[in-house]
């Protein structure tokens, strides 16, 4: 399973990372953008497997953050 930017931002906070055990609704990125912060919360329970970006990276609506299974 994927997770996806929502908007066009700055990746503020990675919270977790690669191999944690997530839940449902557990927040994963803190997204920036226009100095309001959004929180990224997984869909569904998985293993984190990839994370992409980095705090500080600028990303694009619909771009990748986070690979979990």
């Given amino acids: 399973?994927?997770?996806t930017s929502p908007?066009?931002?700055?990746?503020f906070k990675i919270?977790?990372?690669?191999?944690?055990?997530?839940?449902?609704?557990?927040?994963l990125i803190?997204?920036?953008a226009m100095k309001m912060e959004t929180n990224i919360v997984a869909a569904g329970p998985g293993?984190?497997?990839n994370i992409?970006?980095?705090?500080?990276d600028?990303?694009?609506?619909g771009q990748l953050?986070?690979?979990f299974e």
Wanted: glycine share 10%; no cysteine; charged share 20%.
């Fill in 30 to 32: 803190i997204l920036e």
């Fill in 65 to 67: 953050l986070i690979e």
């Fill in 7 to 11: 908007l066009s931002g700055v990746v």
């Fill in 15 to 27: 919270l977790v990372k690669v191999g944690d055990s997530i839940t449902t609704g557990q927040d």
């Fill in 47 to 49: 293993t984190i497997r």
């Fill in 52 to 56: 992409p970006v980095a705090e500080g």
């Fill in 1 to 3: 399973m994927t997770v």
């Fill in 58 to 61: 600028a990303v694009s609506q």
